[in-house]
């Protein structure tokens, strides 16, 4: 359950569409995608903005023309959406208001196959409209994930799925 703040107004995706993209990587690094840092400008701080929906965040994220500044915003993007206090059904919501729902279900996708969370990314797709075709821009696993070097012989690499875990 979600946690009332008080005097903080809710902000829309309207709201949302008028943050830049370093706007919104200063919001994601501040709730712990601490991995994307270095994508700050250097004069730039990490800093919340009080009732924007974390599904909102990461669908916005998703958003711009295939270029290598969107893909570093997508694996980002990735992270915040893979949060599993977010709601699968805001999700789907935020992805179709951000025209992304191409790259959710590919997100969704990937994470299907490669998380320790199906269930999660299963209820996602479900959330998301029939037909939503991935694009070709979109990052592989081993971009969402970070991945363990083998330890000994016999032993496997771990991989753990990027995700924030953000106090609502």
Do not use: K
């Not at 191409?102 to 299907?112: E, K, S």
């Not at 299963?122 to 991935?134: E, K, Q, R, S, W």
């Amino acid at each position: 359950m979600s946690a009332v703040v008080a005097n903080v107004r809710p902000v829309s995706a309207s709201g949302v569409m008028d943050l830049t993209r370093d706007a919104l990587l200063r919001v994601a690094v501040a709730r712990g995608c601490r991995h994307y840092a270095a994508l700050l400008p250097p004069d730039s701080a990490p800093g919340d903005v009080p009732g924007l929906p974390h599904e909102l965040l990461g669908a916005a994220l998703l958003r711009g023309a295939p270029d290598a500044d969107t893909f570093q915003a997508i694996r980002c993007g990735a992270m915040v959406l893979s949060d599993l206090g977010n709601s699968p059904q805001r999700i789907g919501e935020a992805g179709e208001q951000f025209g992304v729902t191409g790259r959710v279900a590919h997100l969704a996708r990937l994470g299907l196959a490669a998380d320790q969370h199906p269930g999660f990314w299963l209820a996602v797709l479900n959330a998301l409209p029939p037909g939503a075709d991935d694009d070709p821009l979109l990052p592989g696993i081993s971009r969402l994930t970070s991945e363990t070097r083998m330890a000994g012989p016999g032993q496997q690499p771990s991989r753990v799925w990027l995700r924030t875990h953000y106090a609502r």
